[in-house]
């Protein structure tokens, strides 16, 4: 018997810099900030989604921010694919940097960048 979802609900992140990533992800993906769990955990939401992403600060040596912990990478779906030069502006200039560009083959154009602690987002 499979489970009904309604499909992917969070992604929970141990950052470095709770702050630096805090503005990586409010200012390159307009991302809404929900709440806050003590100093050290931010909850944030795309506008109009469901979705959210949580950062928390890495507290110990046994966290590896950016290491993946098996997460090969996450992805955002721009609102217009015409964007995808000024997001990837955008994920540089906030801290990221780009790791490939490309085209699907269904013809859809695709970047792979980096936050700030090294996960990789597609776009």
């Not at 969070?10 to 806050?36: K, P, T």
């Not at 721009?78 to 964007?83: I, N, Q, R, V």
Request: glycine share 14%; no cysteine.
């Amino acid at each position: 018997m499979t489970i009904r979802t309604e499909g992917l609900t969070h992604l929970h992140l141990a950052v470095r810099d709770l702050d630096q990533s805090l503005r990586f992800y409010l200012g390159v993906f307009g991302m809404e900030e929900l709440f806050r769990e003590g100093e050290g955990m931010v909850f944030l939401r795309t506008p109009g989604a469901a979705d959210t992403v949580t950062l928390r600060r890495s507290a110990s040596s046994d966290d590896r921010p950016g290491d993946g912990g098996g997460i090969g990478r996450f992805g955002f779906r721009l609102a217009d694919e015409e964007d995808l030069d000024r997001a990837v502006e955008e994920v540089e200039r906030a801290g990221g940097r780009l790791i490939r560009r490309g085209e699907h083959p269904d013809g859809q154009p695709f970047a792979y960048v980096t936050d700030p602690d090294g996960y990789v987002i597609e776009l």
